[in-house]
Structure formats: C-alpha cells, structure tokens
C-alpha cells in the first residue's frame, strides 16, 4: 500500500516517458559514464568509488556532498559522474543539485533547458513547488535540481531553513535515493562548509599534480571529519 507521504514524494521526481535520453555519442562527448563503455575503465572507478561510499555508510548514504579542493579540481565532473555511476542501480532515483551558485555548470553538461528557474529561485520563494525546478538529465533515473537564477554572492541562502527542508524532502523521494550536491570549491567558498552539515558523508575532490599536500589539508579542515569519507584524485593519469 502506498501512503498519501510516499505518494507526494514521488510525484517531485518528473516524468521520464517523454524524455529523450542521452545516447552512447552525447555522453561520451560530454565525458558521462556508461554502463556499457568500450573503455570500461572510467565507469569501473565511479562504480567502485560508489560501492565504497555505500559500505562505509552500510548503503544508507541518502544525501552525499562532492567538493572539489580549488576551482579547477574537477568536482563537477566527478559530483556528475558519481551521480550517474549511482544511476546505474535500477532500483534507485538519484538527484543531482547544483550548489554552485557562482558557476553553475550542470546544467549545460546536461543540455537541460531551466524553464522554471532553480535552487535559487526556490530558496528565495519565486517557485513554490519544489517539483518545478526539478528536470529530467536525459540519463534514466537521474533527476537534476539546477541553479537557476545565478547568484554571485550567497550570502545565507544555503544555510536557509528552507534549504534543509527542501534536502529532507528529497531524501523521501524514494525508497532507495541518492542526492547528490555539487558543492563549490572549499578553498574558495563557506557555502561548502554548510552543505556538509546537511550530509551523510562529503568526498572532497584534488586536482591531480595540481593541488599540493597543503590545499588538500586545508580543503579537509574544512570539513567535518566524521562525514569526510575520502579525497578523490582527478585526472590521474
């Protein structure tokens, strides 16, 4: 039996009927993981950097946080990626949100059309209904909550009750979800340090022979250890 709960849960993530999905070409041009990659081995590090954030959490992590050390790092590709990777499971809905208010990027690696606005614009009440902004990325079971309105400084928007409301209802979109919030850089933003507080676990993202040992000790600091499950290096050759 379905409660009347699940049922408006449900009804935020949108229709993917009538959707044309990404094929084989557009997502190897836009560098998005595949189950069925002829080069197995960029789908295989996301699905093994999945499986291992859902045995540190014993696969209850609902709500993760990629961040990358420094703009530049690849937290993007890597928050976009994971997203995907998780997607993979046909059994789960997975949200994809776009906290880089500055730089949003998610969107356009999506080719996602932000008719009704984004985050912003929910979190600063021009939309009303959460399901509005929320949009079909082309790629099955995979929904994405864009920017929308950008936003050059934050100030205390995603630190909003309204924000933490909107991560407790995505949490409750499914049985088995992930959301997923692309953050910006933690050398670079507070808003990072904020995100986190609303996660089961935060991966923090280093630029490979880019950020020194230094940048990626600072980037940590900043956040909570008990949700820091690891730093992912970006184009390890």
Same mark, same amino acid.
Request: aromatic residues 4%.
């Given at each position: ?7 408006? !849960?449900?009804? #935020?993530v ?10 084989? &070409? ?9 189950? $069925?990659m ?7 590090? @996301? ?5 291992? #954030? #859902?045995a ?5 992590v ?9 703009? /530049?790092s ?12 998780f997607? @993979?499971?046909? %059994?789960?809905?997975?949200i994809?949100? $776009? ?19 984004g985050?912003?614009?929910y979190?600063e ?11 079909? !990325?082309?790629?099955?079971? #995979? %929904?994405?909550l864009?920017?929308?309105?950008? &936003?050059?400084?934050?100030?205390d928007l995603? /630190? ?15 049985e ?30 280093? /630029?490979? /022979?880019? $950020?020194t040992?230094?940048?990626v000790?600072s980037?940590?600091?900043?956040? $909570? ?7 992912? @290096?970006?184009?390890v050759?």
């Amino acid at each position: 039996m379905t409660s009347d709960n699940d049922s408006r !849960s449900a009804a #935020l993530v949108p229709s993917e009927s009538a959707v044309q999905r990404l094929d084989s &070409r557009q997502l190897d041009a836009r560098r998005i993981v595949r189950h $069925d990659m002829q080069d197995a081995r960029p789908a295989d590090a @996301f699905r093994d950097l999945r499986t291992q #954030l #859902l045995a540190r959490t014993d696969s209850r992590v609902e709500v993760l946080l990629v961040a990358p050390v420094a703009r /530049g790092s690849g937290g993007s590709y890597v928050a976009l990626n994971l997203a995907a990777a998780f997607a @993979f499971d046909e %059994t789960r809905q997975v949200i994809l949100v $776009d906290c880089n208010l500055r730089q949003p990027c998610l969107h356009q690696r999506l080719d996602v059309e932000v008719r009704n606005g984004g985050l912003v614009d929910y979190l600063e009440g021009r939309v009303d209904n959460l399901a509005d902004v929320l949009y079909p !990325s082309g790629l099955a079971r #995979l %929904t994405l909550l864009p920017v929308g309105t950008r &936003r050059e400084a934050s100030g205390d928007l995603l /630190g909003h009750a309204r924000m933490r409301g909107m991560i407790d209802s995505l949490r409750s979109v499914a049985e088995k979800v992930t959301v997923i919030l692309d953050a910006p850089a933690a050398n670079a933003s507070p808003d990072t340090r904020i995100l986190a507080t609303m996660t089961d676990c935060c991966v923090l993202v280093a /630029g490979y /022979g880019r $950020d020194t040992p230094a940048a990626v000790q600072s980037a940590s600091a900043v956040l $909570d250890p008990q949700r820091l499950a690891g730093v992912v @290096f970006n184009r390890v050759p």
